[in-house]
């Protein structure tokens, strides 16, 4: 008999007759099936898995670059000639062109920040005022144009603008009035007293963090000024550049810009210990559920090693009339690879169709339990989000069948080196 290819049509067809062959004539056997679905659901937990820390990073990231400077420019302080320590910018304007006319700066605004309780209707709550002027204001995306928000933004030099949670905790809407209070107030020969304004809510704004919803409060820059007795005074800038993954390289350009009494405070010094520990999840899950698909790849071996058995007097009679020991190999090669390959095709399917229903999925699961699945007060993001990223799917793929066809090679090698002698013995 003349060698056959490598994976010819003959080699195609014996290895499809064993796999669709009935249990009774060693066919596919419970173990095939077992790895099958096992596979499936290795991938498929894979798949799932990546979308949604993929989709819970880029969720935390985007709500970080948001609704918060991208860069902070404070100052150091510096001692005037009473020796007394300001802190604070009072050529403010003037910085905030230099830091503006920085390449790769889209914007440098000033801003004055402060703690204060906020009360309304008997309610009480802490707050985190931010200054600025409307301008300003309407370019921060998760708070002003084109956020989801409700009120009227043009009217901010009016009142005030609070998120959504802040709101909803005060009991107060577009048109109310909350009370305002810090403990540096008006300054008297007797101490300082506290200073308790009231404003008007105008804009209320949900910037899809917690945190952000439940303490922010943004102020006109004037009131803010005035309120925190910082009159021809700015606390610090709010820089946003066009390339906030690379904020590295603005830090030079933006001290010099600064000037000589300039710190930085980036996105990544605020967040980069929640973004190293989410990196390390990610390496740590990866790490379990590639074990998870190679324990579902080791059930080929044992499926193939009762399919070789049962087939050994085939085996024996194929060797016979002249096929090689490579021709064997790849038969039975092609019988466990199709598991895999299957399998694998399955879980991808389930994995892509979960990542991209993944909000329908988990609204019929938080039915299901009662509701207070996610609480957003705990994990900072209103939904468990996923992003499905084809280069996860492609590691997911290729880990799958890159086991699937090693673990495969063993059994069919233990096939190809049958003495066929010993094979048609007993038959």
Same mark, same amino acid.
């Given at each position: 008999?003349?060698?056959?290819?490598?994976?010819?049509?003959?080699?195609?067809?014996?290895?499809?007759?064993?796999?669709?062959?009935?249990?009774?004539?060693?066919?596919?056997?419970?173990?095939?099936?077992? %790895?099958?679905? =096992?596979?499936?659901?290795?991938?498929?937990?894979?798949?799932?898995?990546?979308?949604?820390?993929?989709?819970?990073?880029?969720?935390?990231?985007?709500?970080?670059?948001?609704?918060?400077?991208?860069?902070?420019?404070?100052?150091?302080?510096?001692?005037?000639?009473?020796?007394?320590?300001?802190?604070?910018?009072?050529?403010?304007?003037?910085?905030?062109?230099?830091?503006?006319?920085?390449?790769?700066?889209?914007? &440098?605004?000033?801003?004055?920040?402060?703690?204060?309780?906020?009360?309304?209707? =008997?309610?009480?709550?802490?707050?985190?005022?931010?200054?600025?002027?409307?301008?300003?204001?309407?370019?921060?995306?998760?708070?002003?144009?084109?956020?989801?928000?409700?009120?009227?933004?043009?009217?901010?030099?009016?009142?005030?603008?609070?998120?959504?949670? $802040?709101?909803?905790?005060?009991?107060?809407?577009?048109?109310?009035?909350?009370?305002?209070?810090?403990?540096?107030?008006?300054?008297?020969?007797?101490?300082? %007293?506290?200073?308790?304004?009231?404003?008007?809510?105008?804009?209320?704004?949900?910037?899809?963090?917690?945190?952000?919803?439940?303490?922010?409060?943004?102020?006109?820059?004037?009131?803010?000024?005035?309120?925190?007795?910082?009159?021809?005074?700015?606390?610090?800038?709010?820089?946003?550049?066009?390339?906030?993954?690379?904020?590295?390289?603005?830090?030079?350009?933006?001290?010099?810009?600064?000037?000589?009494?300039?710190?930085?405070?980036?996105?990544?010094?605020?967040?980069?210990?929640?973004?190293?520990? $989410?990196?390390?999840?990610?390496?740590?899950?990866?790490?379990?559920?590639?074990?998870?698909?190679?324990?579902?790849?080791?059930?080929?071996?044992?499926?193939?090693?009762?399919?070789?058995?049962?087939?050994?007097?085939?085996?024996?009679?194929?060797?016979?009339?002249?096929?090689?020991?490579? &021709?064997? $190999?790849?038969?039975?090669?092609?019988?466990?690879?199709?598991?895999?390959?299957?399998?694998?095709?399955?879980?991808?399917?389930?994995?892509?169709?979960?990542?991209?229903?993944?909000?329908?999925?988990?609204?019929?699961?938080?039915? $299901?339990?009662?509701?207070?699945?996610?609480? &957003?007060?705990?994990?900072?993001?209103?939904?468990?989000?996923?992003?499905?990223?084809?280069?996860?799917?492609?590691?997911?793929?290729?880990? %799958?069948?890159?086991?699937?066809?090693?673990?495969?090679?063993?059994?069919?090698?233990?096939?190809?080196?049958?003495?066929?002698?010993?094979?048609?013995?007993?038959?």
């Amino acid at each position: 008999m003349a060698q056959t290819a490598p994976f010819s049509r003959f080699e195609r067809m014996i290895a499809w007759r064993y796999l669709r062959a009935r249990r009774a004539e060693g066919g596919v056997s419970v173990m095939t099936w077992i %790895s099958l679905i =096992g596979i499936t659901l290795a991938v498929f937990a894979l798949i799932a898995t990546l979308a949604v820390r993929a989709g819970f990073r880029a969720e935390f990231v985007d709500t970080i670059l948001g609704a918060n400077a991208h860069v902070t420019v404070y100052a150091s302080g510096r001692v005037d000639a009473n020796g007394v320590t300001v802190k604070g910018f009072s050529d403010y304007a003037e910085r905030a062109a230099a830091l503006a006319a920085v390449p790769g700066v889209t914007r &440098a605004a000033p801003m004055i920040r402060g703690q204060v309780m906020v009360s309304s209707q =008997g309610a009480t709550n802490g707050a985190e005022v931010y200054g600025l002027t409307v301008e300003d204001l309407k370019t921060i995306p998760r708070v002003g144009l084109g956020a989801e928000a409700y009120g009227e933004i043009d009217r901010f030099d009016e009142g005030i603008a609070v998120g959504s949670i $802040l709101a909803r905790e005060l009991g107060v809407t577009v048109g109310d009035k909350v009370r305002v209070i810090s403990p540096n107030g008006v300054k008297t020969a007797f101490g300082t %007293s506290p200073r308790v304004n009231a404003y008007e809510v105008v804009y209320v704004f949900t910037a899809g963090r917690y945190d952000i919803d439940k303490t922010r409060l943004y102020m006109p820059f004037a009131q803010a000024q005035e309120y925190f007795n910082r009159e021809g005074f700015a606390d610090e800038f709010e820089v946003m550049v066009d390339n906030p993954d690379d904020i590295d390289r603005f830090a030079a350009p933006l001290l010099a810009a600064g000037g000589d009494d300039a710190i930085l405070w980036t996105w990544r010094d605020s967040s980069g210990a929640f973004l190293r520990a $989410l990196d390390m999840e990610d390496n740590i899950m990866f790490v379990i559920l590639s074990i998870l698909v190679l324990i579902a790849t080791m059930n080929i071996i044992s499926g193939l090693i009762m399919l070789v058995k049962n087939k050994g007097r085939d085996i024996g009679i194929l060797r016979t009339i002249g096929l090689t020991e490579g &021709a064997v $190999l790849r038969v039975f090669f092609m019988c466990g690879a199709f598991t895999g390959i299957v399998g694998t095709v399955a879980g991808v399917a389930l994995g892509c169709l979960f990542a991209l229903y993944i909000d329908p999925i988990f609204s019929a699961v938080n039915y $299901l339990a009662g509701g207070g699945v996610w609480d &957003a007060s705990i994990r900072g993001i209103y939904a468990l989000p996923a992003k499905l990223q084809w280069g996860d799917v492609l590691s997911a793929v290729s880990l %799958s069948l890159g086991l699937s066809f090693i673990v495969t090679i063993f059994p069919a090698r233990r096939a190809a080196r049958m003495n066929p002698v010993e094979a048609l013995r007993y038959e």
